[in-house]
């Protein structure tokens, strides 16, 4: 299976990894693998986006995406402003329509949100003429995250074609869960996950993945091992009977870890739970590219940004 970039990504959005053809995501991680360069500078800064205003609405949470699309932004010479829910008219009961349509009075060119409930930037891309960038909605999709991470897998193994992956942890309130096995799978990769039947959602396999109950079974054999935490706060309730329950029969440990491939990555998007989905000495061992994976994220976001800005071509000419 070889997949030709696509020329250009002729989309206003980016709500999701679901709407993307193989050759759109092809294209996002070929510029964002240009986009690393720039890092490595001793001025951090290309003018692609000078002009362009860049509204990031988090209204959950965030510590990684976050600062990394303000990163990006900032190497790409966008004006970039960041909004508070506790410092704005939020506190005050305005919706996120209402905010939204008057963050778009002011005219920026995109809209960064991440919202604790599914399908709130596919609302505003519906109605605004800003470009939406989907940070992460609910348990719903989290594009950004799924592309950085393919990025650093891109990048250890030269390809997604045929990789092992195992996702394993709390798959129920995972966004992250849904879009790597939608994007792992449509570039080739054969994605399994893994979690106690509390945790796997109905119909999971239809995405394009197999589902184990036993982590030794997901992660045998694998080229790279991705860990989720367990979304106390997502959870009415404990899922399982105790956290140390959860370790002792689904955490990766250095144990576990030999049954997977002697050179497997070991990745998550963080935040993590030590000592609850990951053990310390695997998330700080050899095989670790968790802190990578951030890394990545800048390159992602700016590729990203530049390609729905209607860039294409040489990204990182100054
Ligand atoms: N991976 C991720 O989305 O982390 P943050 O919640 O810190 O942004």
Redesign the pocket.
């Known amino acids: 299976m070889s997949v030709q970039p696509a020329a250009r990504l002729r989309r206003k959005d980016l709500v999701g990894i679901d709407p993307l053809s193989a050759g759109e995501i092809q294209l996002i991680l070929d510029t964002a693998d240009q986009m690393r360069e720039i890092a490595a500078r001793p001025i951090k800064k290309v003018p692609a986006l000078r002009g362009k205003t860049v509204v990031n609405l988090f209204m ?9 699309f303000e990163v990006a932004e900032k190497r790409l010479s966008a004006d970039s402003l960041s909004f508070s829910a506790a410092a704005s008219s939020v506190s005050k009961g305005e919706t996120l329509v209402d905010t939204a349509l008057n963050l778009e009075a002011m005219q920026p060119d995109f809209i960064v949100i ?1 919202h604790v409930h599914a399908g709130a930037p596919h609302q505003l891309a519906r109605i605004l003429k800003s470009s939406v960038i989907n ?2 909605d609910g348990a719903h999709e ?1 594009p950004t ?1 799924a592309l950085l991470d393919a990025l650093t897998i891109r990048l250890h193994r030269g390809t997604l074609e045929g990789q092992v992956v195992a996702i394993v942890g709390d798959l129920q309130h995972s ?2 869960v849904r879009s790597n096995v939608l994007l792992l799978s449509r570039m080739g990769a054969k994605v399994r996950v893994a979690a106690p039947a509390s945790m796997v959602p109905v119909g999971i396999e239809a995405l394009g993945c197999e589902v184990h109950r036993r982590i030794e079974d997901a992660i045998a054999g694998a080229d790279v091992v991705m860990m989720l935490r367990i979304q106390l706060e997502r959870q009415g309730r404990m899922n399982f009977p105790t956290v140390r329950e959860y370790y002792d029969f689904f955490a990766l440990t250095p144990e576990r870890l030999k049954l997977a491939k002697r050179d497997c990555l070991v990745m998550h ?3 993590m739970n030590r000592g609850v989905e990951i053990d310390s000495r695997v998330a700080d061992g050899p095989q670790s590219v968790i802190l990578e ?2 890394t990545n ?1 800048v390159a992602v976001r700016m590729a990203v940004l530049y390609l729905l800005a209607g860039g294409h071509g040489e990204p990182t000419a100054d």
Request: proline residues 9%.
């Open positions: 959950e949470a965030s510590t990684r995406t976050r600062f990394s991440r940070a992460g989290h995250q966004r992250v998007p963080g935040p994976q951030v994220g």
